[in-house]
């Protein structure tokens, strides 16, 4: 259950008294984005609970429409606070945004540690545009999966495309003959302008600084968001941070290489069990 009762979907793995991770997708994503990393990590010995922030896949959409990166750091808190031990937050884009303030500001959740996914202080404005324009195209949804899955094919040609659709269809939700992507519309036009507004970079990067767990910063080596000259300056300003680069993948790294993603982690989260 995220910030004022609204209700957050979720899936989970591993067992109860195992060391629990908090897997966070981006924007425009489901839970099922980590349909793959959450059973691995689940393998490996830890509890794995992956939600759908608010306004994405099955949780409930903000009544006013409002998506404010605030509000889905309070969710974390929230989320993080229902758990009985200290967790692991691994939050990609938008996901880690939200887990660094929910850290970083008062109140700041009680951590055990934090993994970016490819997420620092200062996005590449033409990555987010991209993605921006991405989200925004085809407003009108698909006559079927496959449709989607050539649009998705033509965004990130760097990625394999997947024989089994079944990920995808997650992804979108059926409406009258159409589907569409599975997120409040209203979501593009609250975050948009509020990615990278004057002073964030700062307050994240304070926010960082004050948050008191190790952090982990992974980076795609072919991410346009994230520029590695801006990802030095993020391990540099924060002495409690490192950073891993994934080979192969842009902004998505695990939905890009998840085999990869999980070799990069997995010695960080060993090492703070």
Request: charged share 30%; aromatic share 6%; with cysteine.
């Amino acid at each position: 259950m995220g910030r004022d009762g609204i209700l957050l979907a979720a899936d989970e793995w591993g067992e109860a008294s195992s060391t629990p991770l908090v897997l966070l997708h981006g924007g425009g994503q489901t839970r099922r984005a980590w349909g793959r990393t959450g059973p691995r990590l689940a393998g490996l010995g830890w509890r794995v609970i992956v939600p759908d922030l608010r306004g994405h896949g099955t949780s409930q959409w903000s009544a006013d429409g409002d998506y404010d990166v605030d509000l889905f750091a309070e969710d974390v808190r929230a989320v993080a606070a229902d758990l009985d031990d200290r967790p692991v937050l691994i939050g990609a884009s938008l996901g880690g945004l939200s887990s660094l303030l929910a850290a970083g500001e008062a109140p700041r959740a009680a951590v055990r540690a934090l993994v970016l996914v490819d997420v620092a202080h200062r996005p590449d404005p033409r990555g987010v545009r991209r993605i921006m324009e991405f989200m925004r195209r085809r407003p009108d949804g698909f006559a079927s999966v496959e449709e989607a899955a050539a649009t998705v094919a033509a965004y990130l040609p760097h990625r394999p495309r997947p024989d089994d659709l079944e990920g995808l269809r997650h992804n979108l939700r059926r409406c009258g003959d159409r589907w569409i992507w599975h997120w409040d519309p209203r979501m593009l036009d609250s975050l948009e302008g509020r990615v990278d507004p004057p002073g964030m970079a700062e307050r994240l990067l304070d926010a960082a600084r004050r948050a008191d767990a190790p952090i982990l910063l992974v980076r795609g080596v072919l991410s346009d968001v994230v520029r590695e000259d801006v990802a030095e300056q993020f391990c540099d300003g924060v002495p409690h941070a490192r950073r891993v680069d994934v080979a192969d993948a842009g902004h998505m790294v695990a939905g890009d290489r998840n085999e990869h993603f999980i070799d990069a982690v997995v010695p960080f989260l060993e090492g703070i069990q």
